[in-house]
Nanobody, 120 residues
Framework: VQLQASGGGLVQPGGSLRLSCAAS????????WGWYRQPPGKQRELVAS???????NYADSVKGRFTISRDNAKNTVYLQMNSLKPEDTAVYYC???????????????WGKGTQVTVSS
């Protein structure tokens, strides 16, 4: 299984970006999706997550500005980021907890990361 993230880039403060992360390979079911980020010199932190049932969780710093969603048929998770701030600058990583067959255990998979830079 591979997770491929895209959509990062350079944006001015107040701007928007939409990140996408598609999973490829043998996938039976996905239990949870998420986005994490690692600012320069800091530890990786949870940005947003969403479960199979649609329950979402957001870091306090992004509530009201970011929206996580997923497309089950495409094995893809999205992160719509609005009203971006310089402190949102980080490498963003997608995460999925999934199993490859009906008898497999759920495992965590990570994308390689995409850079988001918010600067004027």
């Amino acid at each position: 299984v591979q997770l491929q993230a895209s959509g990062g880039g350079l944006v001015q403060p107040g701007g928007s970006l939409r990140l996408s992360c598609a999973a490829s390979g043998s996938i039976f079911s996905i239990n949870a999706w998420g986005w994490y980020r690692q600012p320069p010199g800091k530890q990786r932190e949870l940005v947003a997550s969403i479960t199979t049932g649609g329950s979402t969780n957001y870091a306090d710093s992004v509530k009201g500005r970011f929206t996580i969603s997923r497309d089950n048929a495409k094995n893809t998770v999205y992160l719509q980021m609005n009203s971006l701030k310089p402190e949102d600058t980080a490498v963003y990583y997608c995460h999925m907890n999934l199993r490859q067959t009906i008898i497999s255990t759920f495992r965590d998979y990570w994308g390689k990361g995409t850079q988001v830079t918010v600067s004027s």
